[in-house]
């Protein structure tokens, strides 16, 4: 099997773009209407999936903070709080 994907490793940047937009505004659907939990987060930050315009426009919408997600999560991330330090997955 090979790894390299001539068709999805050469999408023009444009549609690179298109489809990571469509993603996420597929993700913040998805937890704004069935995660309590970031439903209140979105709601706090005076956001909601509407207010999703653009790519750029996700900087406006909270993201994960260690210490600020729900106890059971945190227990998760607990032994990778040192690692987590990437500002794409986790926001201080």
Known sequence: MSLWNP???????RELRT????????????VYNE????????TAAG???????????YQ???FLIIGGCPPILD???GGYRDRLTSEVLIRR
């Open 75 to 77: 227990n998760v991330i």
């Open 19 to 30: 489809l990571q937009f469509d993603k996420l505004k597929v993700l913040v659907n998805r």
């Open 7 to 13: 068709t999805a490793e050469n999408v023009p940047r």
């Open 60 to 62: 406006d919408f909270p």
């Open 35 to 42: 995660s309590p939990y970031y439903k209140n987060k979105l």
């Open 47 to 57: 956001v909601s999936p509407e207010h999703l315009k653009s790519l750029e426009h």
